[in-house]
């Protein structure tokens, strides 16, 4: 059973910068694609940043292009969203989720993702 543990949300001004990081437990982290999301009030939840098994391939939604950076590290068995020049449309609660996908391919749409996070919630003060 895939375990996942967010923590590193926060309030924050406009231009700051916040350091997500998601925890993993239960199975084999080189074996699994990892992905952030996010959820604003009222609105569907959507993908943010996603990475291979092998931290080699990355996607990012354009909104957050040349501001966030996914990364991995397998031997902590951790994933890692970095955001920059935060502003306030970048409020909602921050999801970790994760699929097993061990080879090249790696899903980077949220019905793709099978086991998730309690989510963290990231707010961006004006």
């Known amino acids: 059973q895939v375990q996942l543990v967010e923590s590193g949300g926060g309030l924050v001004q406009t231009g700051g910068s916040l350091r997500l990081s998601c925890a993993f437990s239960?199975?084999?982290?080189?074996?699994?694609?990892m992905g952030w999301f996010r959820q604003a009030p009222g609105k569907e939840r959507e993908s943010v940043a996603t990475?291979?098994?092998?931290?080699?391939?990355?996607f990012y939604t354009d909104s957050v292009k040349g501001r966030f950076t996914i990364s991995r590290d397998n031997a902590k068995y951790s994933v890692y969203l970095q955001m920059n020049s935060l502003k306030p449309e970048d409020t909602a609660v921050y999801y970790c989720?994760?699929?097993?996908?061990?080879?090249?391919?790696?899903?980077?749409?949220?019905?793709?993702?099978?086991?998730w996070g309690q989510g963290t919630q990231v707010t961006v003060s004006s």
């Open positions: 990475i291979d098994s092998s931290g080699d391939s990355t």
């Open positions: 239960g199975r084999t982290f080189s074996n699994y694609a």
């Open positions: 989720a994760t699929r097993y996908a061990p080879g090249r391919w790696y899903p980077t749409e949220v019905h793709e993702y099978r086991d």
